[in-house]
């Protein structure tokens, strides 16, 4: 007679009472500075940081009552973030390495030039900011399975910094006397068309509630942005006779869907447990929707040429078209500004 079978057990610490997955084993309930009720950290209640976290994360309107019910749909570790990403970065040095060896750089025209001298080697202080806003929500967030998506898109944004400062650095090899990328700080700080959206981005540094903050950054700000300086950008790269830059921006837009799906992931859980997180979504949303799109659009006309107009139009409908794909899933498609 053989032995008997033995029942697996359930794990009653996770969620779900069921064998944990791999994602979840590495991923559940690390915050322990995470107790509504109570000081976050082992410091004086009156201490700045308690203060802070307290205010702006255990009291923020945002509210749920287990955050850890949350789960990246991608299901992403850091081992599994990294083979993925080592992936992608592979096809991009495929793409670079083919560039290289048949002179696209010097190639481009000098109009084109001028217009990604304008309109694209600053991104990087533009890329730093949505850095900077993701890395907030990161260290704010109530849930580890939160702070370990957001920290993804942290390194995504990294990611697209890093290409465009080696672009930068080729461009200005190829074409030593156009002085592309030096004065990348100057224009972004001073140049017209950057002014609307570099406001945008810093206000929303200067945000507090965390909850605002992923709201504002991952279903208004972000996919504004990568509207215009992916997929506008590619469809102007091409026209221009640019493959390498638009077949870059277009993969590096892949991250930028992966962030909206756990966004609306996120969204969901919150709204499923608290009615009230829909209209405060959609306030935050409508609260700063107008000044992006219209930011992004002036912005956009730093990479117009004679072969691609990025017609003001055109782009705000790709923009408005980019919001909805995340808005209208959790029932604030309608927002208007």
């Excluded at 994602?23 to 082992?42: A, C, M, N, R, T």
């Excluded at 400062?165 to 700080?185: E, F, I, V």
């Excluded at 300086?229 to 390498?244: S, V, Y």
């Amino acid at each position: 007679m053989s032995a008997p079978t033995r029942k697996r057990r359930s794990w009653s610490r996770y969620t779900e009472r069921k064998v944990p997955t791999e994602y979840e084993f590495v991923s559940h309930d690390l915050h322990w500075h995470y107790k509504p009720g109570q000081s976050p950290w082992e410091m004086s209640p009156d201490h700045v940081w308690n203060r802070w976290y307290v205010e702006h994360r255990n009291e923020s309107p945002f509210r749920c009552a287990d955050w850890n019910r949350f789960r990246d749909p991608d299901m992403l570790v850091y081992r599994t973030y990294v083979r993925m990403q080592d992936e992608a970065e592979t096809y991009v040095d495929g793409l670079i390495d083919d560039h290289e060896g048949r002179g696209s750089y010097a190639a481009l025209t000098p109009e084109w030039l001028r217009a990604l001298r304008g309109g694209y080697t600053p991104f990087r202080y533009l890329g730093h900011a949505l850095l900077m806003s993701a890395t907030y929500v990161m260290s704010m967030a109530p849930s580890s399975y939160i702070s370990n998506a957001v920290a993804f898109q942290a390194g995504d944004e990294l990611r697209r910094i890093q290409r465009i400062a080696y672009q930068t650095r080729q461009l200005q090899l190829h074409h030593p006397d156009l002085g592309l990328g030096d004065d990348d700080r100057a224009r972004w700080e001073r140049d017209a068309a950057w002014q609307p959206l570099r406001k945008v981005v810093e206000l929303l540094l200067a945000e507090r509630d965390w909850g605002k903050v992923f709201t504002q950054l991952n279903f208004v700000v972000k996919p504004a942005v990568d509207a215009v300086f992916n997929l506008r950008l590619a469809e102007a790269a091409a026209a221009n006779g640019d493959d390498l830059t638009a077949m870059l921006h277009r993969n590096l837009q892949l991250d930028t869907i992966r962030s909206r799906r756990w966004s609306i992931a996120l969204a969901e859980v919150a709204i499923e447990d608290t009615a009230d997180n829909r209209p405060l979504i959609a306030g935050w949303v409508e609260e700063i929707r107008a000044g992006v799109v219209d930011a992004v659009v002036d912005a956009s006309a730093l990479l117009s040429t004679s072969a691609f107009d990025l017609d003001p139009a055109e782009t705000r409908s790709a923009v408005d078209h980019a919001l909805a794909a995340g808005l209208s899933t959790i029932d604030i498609g309608s927002v208007q500004a």
